[in-house]
């Protein structure tokens, strides 16, 4: 795949991410990407991954990933919303305000994950977003998102 994953576009003092930081060595290095007007990315669990079942996924291993799946999924939608290329100033970065996750069935730790999602609502400070997990084409778990634009010190300072 020649396109650039929507976290690759973080500038660098954002890029340590444990679930998607590119800079972070110890971290997951989720990438996710447009397929159409959907979002997917794939990721393939270690074996130390499992959780209290053997051979199946921890769950806070898969809510992680939706984490970082969401976030970048609406910062991409913001993008293209504004009718902007990644990686054009000012960045546009989005933070989890509330992640629900629905554990469908138990997700086996031995094969590739594919994870999707949608932007189902868009404005300017807060989207919506709706994923799911499937491994060989069995929907594992889903969730819903809402992620709020992060505003730089605005948003920090307490």
Not at 16 to 43: E, M, V
Not at 72 to 92: K, L
């Amino acid at each position: 795949m020649t396109e650039r994953a929507f976290q690759d576009y973080y500038a660098t003092e954002y890029s340590h991410c444990y679930g998607c930081g590119r800079s972070n060595p110890h971290g997951l290095h989720l990438k996710s990407f447009w397929d159409g007007d959907t979002t997917i990315a794939h990721f393939t669990p270690a074996k130390w991954h499992t959780g209290g079942v053997p051979h199946h996924t921890y769950g806070g291993l898969i809510a992680s990933l939706f984490d970082c799946h969401g976030t970048a999924s609406a910062a991409a939608a913001a993008f293209r919303r504004e009718q902007r290329e990644m990686g054009t100033e000012p960045a546009i970065r989005f933070v989890t305000a509330s992640l629900t996750v629905n554990f469908l069935r138990p997700t086996p730790i031995d094969g590739e994950f594919t994870l999707r999602g949608k932007v189902t609502e868009q404005k300017e400070r807060k989207a919506i977003i709706e994923m799911t997990l499937s491994v060989a084409e069995h929907l594992c778990a889903k969730a819903t998102m809402v992620a709020i634009r992060w505003q730089g010190e605005r948003d920090t300072n307490h």
